[in-house]
């Protein structure tokens, strides 16, 4: 049996420096262990498989496993399966908004200055941490209490918890342990103090399927959620990008807006790297 497959390039600021998606698409014959078995082989932190929508309103419906786990939402597997789904649709290019149906159910997309931006979701988890939590947190990252200036948790699907630090540099020089006893899914964020492009640097921290720490490479749940509490506490008060991935050697830039009914809208170049045939399964 035979299924299209793309890799695609997500957040980055140029060719290859952004997060790698593989996106699957007719994947209607795989069940969800070959789903699973698929996304650790690959070993990208997720993989999205494009079906037919169930729901009237959505043009697509897409599955998302991280290497892991099945999640019902991420960033930037909903950009990179909008990317793959227009560019097989070529007769609605120019379509101005995109219904994804999800696990977390349906997720708008539109395009924003020749850039795909999809709607943050809802959060299904907020409030601070416990202090056991957050004393877990600041272990895993290896800094103070004292370097925390405030936590929450942010989480849209994911699982994240929310760490604010001082500046981006504290957030370039944090070095984690590389495995936890349970299951980690941090997101660190500072601000940028000289004048260029991004406003916030960010590092997305995770634990995966052999239970070692990892980081992501640009993560678009975790830059929605952040920019949700951001834009609720005043810290940010107009649109900003963020940049993540320096540490691992990319170039990603986050676009986060918040429009006249207060919705945040995440967005980010895609490009297609590989189309291809996959087979055997």
Avoid at 171 to 187: A, F, K, Q
Avoid at 254 to 266: A, F, G, M, P, T
Wanted: net charge negative; glycine share 10%.
């Amino acid at each position: 049996m035979t299924f299209a497959i793309h890799m695609v390039d997500v957040f980055g600021t140029g060719a290859l420096s952004g997060n790698p998606l593989a996106v699957v698409t007719g994947a209607d014959a795989l069940g969800t262990h070959d789903m699973q078995r698929l996304t650790q082989w690959l070993n990208l932190s997720e993989t999205a498989f494009v079906f037919a929508p169930t729901h009237p309103e959505a043009d697509y419906r897409v599955r998302i496993f991280s290497l892991d786990r099945e999640m019902p939402f991420a960033g930037h597997p909903t950009l990179g399966s909008c990317h793959v789904w227009l560019a097989t649709h070529s007769r609605l290019e120019d379509k101005a908004t995109i219904v994804q149906e999800c696990g977390a159910g349906l997720v708008q997309i539109r395009r924003d200055q020749g850039r795909l931006a999809f709607a943050a979701p809802p959060l299904i988890r907020s409030g601070p941490p416990t202090p056991a939590e957050l004393d877990e947190a600041r272990q895993v990252l290896g800094i103070e209490a004292s370097d925390i200036l405030d936590a929450a948790w942010i989480d849209n699907g994911p699982g994240w918890l929310g760490i604010r630090l001082m500046s981006a540099e504290k957030v370039l020089s944090l070095e984690p342990v590389t495995r936890w006893h349970s299951r980690v899914d941090i997101g660190v964020i500072g601000p940028h103090t000289h004048v260029g492009d991004a406003g916030f640097e960010v590092r997305a921290f995770f634990t995966d399927h052999l239970g070692a720490i990892v980081e992501d490479p640009v993560t678009g749940s975790l830059n929605a959620s952040f920019a949700q509490w951001l834009f609720a506490t005043g810290i940010a008060h107009g649109d900003y990008i963020a940049a993540q991935g320096r540490c691992l050697g990319r170039q990603g830039r986050i676009y986060l807006v918040r429009d006249e009914v207060n919705q945040v809208w995440v967005g980010g170049e895609t490009r297609t790297h590989i189309e291809g045939a996959l087979r055997g399964l």
